[in-house]
């Protein structure tokens, strides 16, 4: 087990991810959020979706050096270091644990980012970009005859011992599509039945990208698969003729930090572990 200087992991995840690159939500803050404790190194790594209390406890319970979440701690303008803000930086500040955090360019990484690798593990081989947002695609489209279910993968990922048949999925049977989604992502998946029973193109947006089904329309995409979405997203499925699979945003978002996490452990020879702590959101 190596060690890494915090500046030069940090900058290699900032070139990689293209943080300075990215636009985000007002207020987003991605990259280094938190300094890892003066004179010390990295060698151990927590892989996270929130920047929780809970999550931060077991950072200290682990004893780590740095938290890699996709959900950060500031979202918003500066605010007084109060109440639970004070009660996740203090212990940070406290065992100089350095917090990462990687937003919208974590989801939309061609090879690390949540929509890639849950693509992959869907076992889809993506053709398109999806998913526009401020000229930036996020998310992945692809027919669902490339599936193949012996080339599902994920970084810290079991694939399920017992594999679907091919042949429902690749002809696009809606019903087998949620089995699988549920399957892959340990999340009961709610069906919005606005487009044809028989599935011929899904996009993939992670986390809350409902917003993307007037895009699927346009694009051809019949079957979106993404977290969560408000009430009126029944309407606009039904009405523009796209089916949505709503998979949970938690659960559509645990496979960057993963990859990531994986990926500083192939290059610096860096332990790390996933923090699970699913919402049921």
């Given amino acids: 087990m190596r060690e890494t200087e915090p500046d030069v992991l940090f900058g290699y995840l900032d070139d990689l991810l293209e943080v300075d690159a990215w636009p985000d939500y007002s207020g987003a803050e991605n990259g280094v959020q938190v300094s890892v404790g003066a004179g010390k190194r990295v060698c151990r790594v927590g892989a996270a979706v929130d920047a929780s209390e809970r999550i931060i406890c077991r950072a200290l319970d682990l004893d780590l050096d740095l938290l890699m979440v996709h959900h950060g701690l500031f979202w918003d303008t500066a605010r007084p270091v109060t109440g639970r803000r004070y009660r996740k930086l203090e212990p940070l500040l406290r065992e100089g644990i350095g917090l990462y955090s990687a937003h919208l360019p974590l989801d939309a990484h061609p090879v690390l980012g949540n929509c890639a690798v849950l693509a992959r593990a869907l076992g889809l081989e993506t053709d398109r970009r999806f998913g526009s947002w401020k000229e930036r695609d996020i998310g992945f ?4 005859a490339s599936m193949d279910p012996f080339r599902a993968s994920a ?28 399957t892959v992502t340990g999340h009961p998946v709610h069906l919005i039945p606005g487009g044809p029973e028989e599935v011929r193109r899904v996009g993939i947006v992670t986390g809350g990208g409902a917003s993307f089904i007037e895009e699927a329309a346009r694009e051809g995409v019949d079957t979106l698969i993404t977290g969560e979405g408000a ?12 089916n949505v699979l709503y998979a949970g945003h938690y659960a559509t978002e645990t496979w960057g930090v993963r990859a990531l ?3 500083l452990s192939d290059r610096f020879g860096l332990s790390w572990t996933f923090l699970d702590d699913p919402s049921g959101l």
């Fill in 261 to 263: 996490a994986e990926e």
């Fill in 231 to 242: 009430h009126h997203t029944w309407l606009d499925s039904h009405e523009l003729e796209v």
């Fill in 141 to 144: 489209s692809a027919p669902v």
């Fill in 155 to 182: 970084p810290g990922w079991t694939p399920p011992e017992e594999l679907p048949p091919a042949a429902p999925l690749r002809s696009g049977d809606r019903a087998a599509w949620c089995r699988w989604v549920e």
